[in-house]
């Protein structure tokens, strides 16, 4: 049990469609197989991980999603959605950053490129790997981070704060910032553009979108 735990860490903390069959097998072949077919334990867990497999955004879906944030009440939902679906981040990684955990290469006040390393992770694997930010993703952080210029290595990249409206236009301003703790939750936010863009998917997701088509490419 404990090699399989071991190997159901490492395998999460990479993710993929491969490494999901990988974690099935393990599951279903163990080491001593009357054991586990006799444990109601190991059938849950084994229930659950086969009903918990996330589904990749589709291109299209993505861009109706995109569409609907970007008339979001929340500032920070469209940096968070671009980093997620670019990088594969767990919501609780993207929730830890810091901008020490940024390394970021300017060019005439923009972000032209950057690796990120993820500090904390559910797995052990998982903590201290390295990042490429993409193209999209530097452009939407240029815009996020020019809004927090006191923000220090020790800041958040998404830090604590509220959302206000100013102008006819009803635009969203960030306000009663605390660069010292991390944003909360954004599954509302979430919610409502999902039901703006008439589509139906889990923050997770946006990981697994990730992992697919890293495969993809491969």
């Known amino acids: 049990n404990g090699l399989i735990r071991q190997e159901f860490s490492l395998v999460l903390a990479h993710g993929g469609p491969i490494g999901a069959g990988r974690v099935r097998f393990s599951l279903s072949r163990p080491h001593n197989p009357q054991k586990c077919r006799s444990s ?26 995109l569409d609907a944030i970007k008339r979001s009440r ?24 810091r901008c020490a955990d940024l390394d970021l290469k300017w060019k005439d006040q923009v972000i032209d490129s950057g690796i990120l390393t993820v500090p904390t992770s559910k797995t ?38 509220a959302v206000g409206f100013a102008g006819n236009k009803r635009i969203a301003s960030v306000h009663d910032v605390d660069l010292s703790h991390p944003t909360g939750q954004w599954k509302k936010a979430w919610k409502i553009a999902c ?23 491969s």
Do not use: Q
Request: hydrophobic share 35%.
């Open 195 to 217: 039901k703006s863009a008439k589509v139906s998917y889990r923050w997770h997701d946006c990981r697994h979108t990730f992992i697919t088509r890293l495969c993809g490419e």
């Open 124 to 161: 052990d694997a998982g903590a201290g790997r390295t990042v490429p930010l993409t193209k999209r993703t530097c452009a939407v952080l240029t815009l996020w981070l020019s809004r927090f210029p006191e923000a220090d290595s020790a800041s958040y990249v998404f830090p604590r704060h």
């Open 40 to 65: 109601n334990r190991f059938r849950r867990h084994f229930s659950r991980e086969r009903k918990d497999i996330g589904r990749a955004i589709t291109s299209e879906d993505e861009r109706r999603l």
């Open 74 to 97: 929340s500032a920070a939902l469209l940096p968070l959605f671009v980093l997620s679906i670019d990088s594969g981040l767990r919501a609780s990684e993207v929730r830890a950053l």
